[in-house]
């Protein structure tokens, strides 16, 4: 907390006065995340386009809000440890994380079902584009030089979806 204090710039009343713990914090933290990360088609804005550009459209959307706040991803890791302590913290951060990975699915289910991908096991693709875009955790701990999030994520989707991809 002291750190959040630290960053934030508020004192630690103020903080206190919003979340009594750290782990009040992180629950806060997780239903904004659901609230943020909520399924981009919800809306129907994408559902004309295909799979791949849904997909890739997350990506982008995701590297945006990273990019705007590579620390806010930070916080990732400290609720994966958190979890490990706290069964409701795990239970919110599966029902969070099993949301994205279900989207995902149907994205891959979709694209199959069209002919834009092959027939592959969607719960295994879904799970490597989710573990591509925690990748982007390494940029706010390691800052690399010889090459940006953007081309980080722009070299992942496309090994993944070309990967998948109907060969013509």
Same mark, same amino acid.
């Given at each position: 907390?002291? #750190? ?5 710039? !508020? ?11 750290? $782990? ?10 659901? #609230?943020? @990360?909520? =399924?981009?088609? $919800?809306? %129907? !804005?994408? +559902? *004309?386009? =295909?799979? $791949? ?7 982008? @959307?995701?590297?945006?809000? @990273? ?5 806010? /991803? ?10 490990? +302590? &706290? ?22 289910? +979709?694209?199959?079902? @069209?002919?834009? /991908? +092959? ?22 701990? /390691?800052?690399?030089? &010889? ?6 994520? &722009? ?6 979806? #070309? %990967?998948? *991809?109907?060969? #013509?």
């Amino acid at each position: 907390m002291d #750190d959040i204090v630290q960053e934030i710039g !508020l004192s630690k009343g103020a903080l206190y006065h919003h979340f009594q713990s750290k $782990r009040d914090l992180f629950i806060a933290l997780i239903e904004h995340w659901m #609230d943020q @990360f909520s =399924p981009i088609e $919800r809306g %129907g !804005l994408m +559902r *004309a386009k =295909p799979s $791949r550009e849904i997909i890739l459209h997350i990506a982008k @959307f995701t590297a945006k809000l @990273f990019k705007r706040n590579p620390n806010w /991803f930070l916080v990732e890791p400290e609720i994966w440890a958190f979890a490990n +302590r &706290d069964k409701e913290i795990k239970e919110m951060a599966s029902h969070l994380y099993g949301s994205v990975l279900n989207e995902f699915e149907a994205l891959i289910k +979709r694209g199959i079902k @069209f002919g834009e /991908f +092959r027939d592959v096991n969607e719960g295994m693709i879904a799970m490597s584009i989710m573990t591509s875009l925690h990748g982007m955790i390494w940029f706010a701990l /390691f800052k690399p030089n &010889d090459f940006s999030l953007e081309e980080y994520v &722009d070299l992942n989707m496309e090994l993944i979806l #070309d %990967g998948i *991809a109907v060969q #013509d």
